[in-house]
């Protein structure tokens, strides 16, 4: 890794039973997080968080 490349982790959670998320971390800081059941209105999702995993790029300035 380049000294002027970030380290960028897309996190995924808790979709093996309810309450699943996603997450955006670069160089170890949490930068931008969402649940599924925000999207979907059904609580304690535990689906593939594919809504919540979308938006998470551009919220954190990622150009992808």
């Known amino acids: 890794m380049k000294p002027t490349e970030a380290r960028v982790t897309l996190g995924i959670g808790g979709s093996l039973g309810h309450d699943s998320n996603a997450a ?5 800081q949490l930068i931008a997080a969402s649940q599924e059941e925000r999207y979907t209105r059904r609580k304690h999702d535990g689906r593939f968080p594919e809504h919540a995993g979308k938006g998470l790029p551009a919220i954190a300035g990622l150009g992808v």
């Open 24 to 28: 955006v971390i670069i160089d170890g």
